[in-house]
């Protein structure tokens, strides 16, 4: 009977990927990433070299390292027994720590990866829908969602891991596909584009979205003009209408989900400047007279009465002079989402 040595070798499933920053070290990436030191960066990607690292790599930063102990073997019987390490990361948010609970599923065995376009190592399989900037990637399980991935990876905003993976079915989420690897980070942070006004614009933006906006916000399923007016300053929701003319008017009828629309302008608005001098909101209520200095919006269902009123008081007949177009004093022709006159000059 011949003793000997069996070697022990270590196998790496790993659940996440990354792509450091320029100027990180081993020693900053395991940190950034809550690895608790060096060596576990190092167990999670055999063959690193520290404490500089190749930026134009992924590594591994969250996984399963198994080692399979060396034993005593003899040339009638053999056996190893294995060890297996979970190391996971620690993100800390505003208000608490979550850590992504271990899995029972592991990812494929064998991991290849592609270098595309952009220079950057991205695992396979890769999910459908990936965007070609990506630069940061993660493991998906069986059983997760696009709201935990998203949580559990930054955190990110749904929407953007949602923009970044368009082949898991949109904010459903209904064609996540478990055992491939989706984006979390791409290069630059976001795919803005670059307006004409120099304000970098989300993608994929409202229909009818005025070309001075400088301020943005992303359109949930089950979203209202009303509530995205509310919730972002809050604003006028005919000012919302009228910065995404797509939307339908003030019904809202046309609002699209998973779209970023405008909630602010350069400048706050877009005035007309008539020859008195006076900023004139837009669009203005036909026959306004011209030496009109204030202005209230027209909503559905206003009178001319109501309008007066509240607006003051002026007179009805007052504003029906300054309004000529209203039609009145039956007010039958006062037009809704438009400016009237309820002030003149002197």
Same mark, same amino acid.
């Given at each position: 009977?011949?003793?000997?040595?069996?070697?022990?070798? !270590?196998?790496?499933?790993?659940?996440?990927?990354?792509?450091?920053?320029?100027?990180?070290?081993?020693?900053?990436?395991?940190?950034?990433?809550?690895?608790?030191?060096?060596?576990?960066?190092?167990?999670?990607?055999?063959?690193?070299?520290?404490?500089?690292?190749?930026?134009?790599?992924?590594?591994?930063?969250?996984?399963?390292?198994?080692?399979?102990?060396?034993?005593?073997?003899?040339?009638?019987?053999?056996?190893?027994?294995?060890?297996?390490?979970?190391? !996971?990361?620690?993100?800390?948010?505003?208000?608490?720590?979550?850590?992504?609970?271990?899995?029972?599923?592991?990812?494929?065995?064998?991991?290849?990866?592609?270098?595309?376009?952009?220079?950057?190592?991205?695992?396979?399989?890769?999910?459908?829908?990936?965007?070609?900037?990506?630069?940061?990637?993660?493991?998906?399980?069986?059983?997760?969602?696009?709201?935990?991935?998203?949580?559990?990876? =930054?955190?990110?905003?749904?929407?953007?891991?949602?923009?970044?993976?368009?082949?898991?079915?949109?904010?459903?989420? !209904?064609?996540?596909?478990?055992?491939?690897?989706?984006?979390?980070?791409?290069?630059?942070?976001?795919?803005?584009?670059?307006?004409?006004?120099?304000?970098?614009?989300?993608?994929?933006?409202?229909?009818?979205?005025?070309?001075?906006?400088?301020?943005?916000?992303?359109?949930?399923?089950?979203?209202?003009?009303?509530?995205?007016?509310?919730?972002?300053?809050?604003?006028?929701?005919?000012?919302?209408?009228?910065?995404?003319?797509?939307?339908? =008017?003030?019904?809202?009828?046309?609002?699209?989900?998973?779209?970023?629309?405008?909630?602010?302008?350069?400048?706050?608005?877009?005035?007309?400047?008539?020859?008195?001098?006076?900023?004139?909101?837009?669009?203005?209520?036909?026959?306004?007279?011209?030496?009109?200095?204030?202005?209230?919006?027209?909503?559905?269902?206003?009178?001319?009465?109501?309008?007066?009123?509240?607006?003051?008081?002026?007179?009805?007949?007052?504003?029906?002079?300054?309004?000529?177009?209203?039609?009145?004093?039956?007010?039958?022709?006062?037009?809704?989402?438009?400016?009237?006159?309820?002030?003149?000059?002197?």
């Amino acid at each position: 009977m011949v003793a000997g040595r069996v070697l022990s070798r !270590r196998a790496v499933t790993c659940l996440i990927f990354a792509v450091p920053d320029s100027s990180a070290t081993c020693e900053s990436f395991a940190d950034d990433w809550g690895l608790s030191s060096v060596d576990e960066l190092k167990r999670l990607n055999p063959g690193i070299t520290c404490p500089d690292l190749d930026t134009s790599k992924t590594y591994c930063v969250a996984g399963t390292v198994t080692d399979d102990q060396p034993t005593t073997t003899s040339t009638q019987s053999s056996s190893a027994s294995q060890t297996s390490t979970t190391i !996971r990361t620690t993100i800390t948010t505003q208000s608490s720590t979550a850590t992504r609970p271990p899995t029972t599923t592991s990812a494929p065995p064998t991991t290849t990866t592609t270098r595309p376009g952009n220079g950057i190592t991205t695992p396979t399989p890769a999910h459908p829908g990936m965007v070609s900037n990506c630069n940061k990637f993660a493991y998906v399980n069986p059983g997760d969602t696009c709201d935990n991935l998203a949580f559990f990876n =930054g955190p990110i905003a749904t929407e953007d891991l949602i923009l970044w993976n368009t082949g898991v079915g949109g904010r459903e989420c !209904r064609s996540l596909q478990a055992n491939t690897y989706v984006c979390i980070g791409v290069i630059g942070g976001s795919t803005p584009t670059q307006t004409g006004n120099g304000i970098a614009t989300p993608v994929p933006t409202h229909p009818g979205m005025v070309s001075n906006c400088n301020k943005f916000t992303y359109v949930n399923p089950g979203d209202t003009c009303d509530n995205l007016a509310f919730f972002n300053g809050p604003i006028a929701t005919e000012d919302f209408v009228l910065w995404n003319t797509g939307v339908g =008017g003030r019904e809202c009828r046309g609002l699209q989900a998973h779209t970023y629309v405008c909630v602010g302008v350069i400048g706050g608005g877009t005035p007309t400047q008539p020859g008195n001098g006076i900023a004139t909101p837009y669009p203005p209520h036909p026959g306004m007279v011209s030496n009109c200095n204030k202005f209230t919006r027209v909503n559905p269902g206003d009178t001319c009465d109501n309008i007066a009123f509240f607006n003051g008081p002026i007179s009805t007949e007052n504003f029906v002079l300054w309004n000529a177009g209203v039609g009145g004093r039956e007010c039958w022709n006062l037009q809704a989402n438009t400016y009237a006159c309820v002030g003149v000059i002197g």
